[in-house]
């Protein structure tokens, strides 16, 4: 993105749908002209206060909207914005945008260019506007309160943290390149390698986890089993429609069929999987292949064990069973009844194990209720910790832990033939730059670019 911040931009901040209200946002230095020179109501317009006005553009009323103007720095971008709420119907919206939209020195909007100004004018940190995408796109309750959390700073501040402890041994290690004779001294110093390796553990801990992650992306929940075990009937019984096809054939599924569920406010990918068997088929061969990866990938396996074979569960599916992230569905105690425990020793595993007719909705309840507290055991630190969002976040960490290491190992084996405070202050350096990125406080475009490719217009 190339646009310069001088321009004024406009777009439609409110979704692409027939609603009973759109917002129009402009901003930039020629905002308020363009909007008063088609809201006559507005012309006098104090900042932060409701006008009632027609829209004219050419002579004719176009619409009644509301106007509301904010004067810079008090604004979400921080420079002059006005708001005009029209009606909703897509050929006033569309007519509203055009009249702001011909007025001089006003173009349409660029894909996050709201918020990327918000940014480089100081308003919010990369973060922040990050969180903002996050809680525009939340589908629960949790993805709520994680981009909330996120939008309030809590993960600019643990950056910004970061950053500045490892600044401050920036500024005690050049100390000995400002007095060469001390450098040995200084650098003895335990406080530095103490602050090192502080930094260290810190980074390294919050790598430790993906629950911020997967918490934004959706944990991934596969059911596995033998063939006809139940495993489309129990999709169909998650997710509350005939998602997969049920039938009596053995092989039926051949693809990964997904479907995204709310699980005790967290985001669900649930995954049904082709049966687990040998095969001649070259198809059935590709979809246990698949089931297989899912498998391998799954933060939970509920496997399902048809109760006429209980408690016998077939080798394959053993194999992708871990405690912790499994739960055994034993499947059609309609026609064979079983009675269960509440836990097996499956292997030399001691799993949660349910007994069930998924034939009945009655089912359904047991069921969300074991899959929601492995969730929340799994996954509840996202609900209360500042945590990784996105990969960028990850790899920024990453990349300062390598350049921590390096100097950490300067300091251990120091050479002799180079000036240890040099190469130790630019490993520090670059630790630190990499930690900048994510907030943005390396001014870098390429990494604005990155984060805002990713915004829809009115934002």
Known sequence: MNSSLNDTIAAVATAPLPAGVAIIRLSGIQAWN?????????????????????????????????????????????????????????????????????????????????????????????????????????????????????????????FEKWRQQIMALVAQVEAGIDFPDEELDILADEGIQKGIKTVIDSLQSSISTDAGERLRDGFRVVILGKPNAGKSTLTNLLSGKETAIVSPIEGTTRDVVETHLNIGGFPVVLADTAGLRQSEDIIEQEG????????????????????????????????????????????????????????????????????????????????????????????????ESALLTRQRHRQAVMDALQFLAQAKGLLENPRPDVSLSELLAQDLRSAANSIGTVTGHTGSEDVLDLVFSTFCIGK
Request: glycine content about 6%.
């Open 288 to 383: 246990v292949k698949r089931a297989t990866r899912q498998a391998e990938q799954a933060d939970i396996v509920i496997a399902l064990v048809d109760a006429a074979e209980w408690p016998n569960v077939d080798e394959t599916v053993q194999e992708y069973l871990q405690e912790g992230k499994s739960l055994v569905l034993v499947t059609k105690t309609d026609v064979t009844p079983v009675k269960v425990r509440e836990t097996a020793k499956i292997g030399h595993l001691e799993l949660p194990v349910l007994a069930v007719n998924l034939q009945e909705f009655e089912s359904l309840e047991p069921i969300l209720e074991m899959l929601t507290e492995m969730v929340r055991k799994k996954f509840g630190k996202a609900r």
């Open 34 to 158: 363009a909007a008063q020179q088609i809201c006559p109501a507005f012309e006098e317009g104090a900042p932060r206060t409701a006008y009632y006005s027609n829209v004219v553009y050419d002579g004719e009323t176009l619409d009644h909207a509301v106007v509301i103007g904010f004067k810079a720095p008090a604004s979400f971008t921080g420079q002059d914005v006005v708001e005009i709420q029209c009606h909703g119907g897509p050929a006033t919206v569309q007519a509203v945008l055009a009249a702001v939209l011909s007025q001089q020195g006003v173009r349409h909007a660029e894909a996050g260019e709201f918020t990327r100004r918000a940014v480089l004018n100081g308003k919010m940190d990369l973060t922040e506007a990050e969180g903002l995408a996050d809680l525009i796109a939340a589908e629960t309750e949790e993805q709520r309160k994680q981009a909330l959390r996120q939008l309030d700073g809590a993960l600019g501040e643990q």
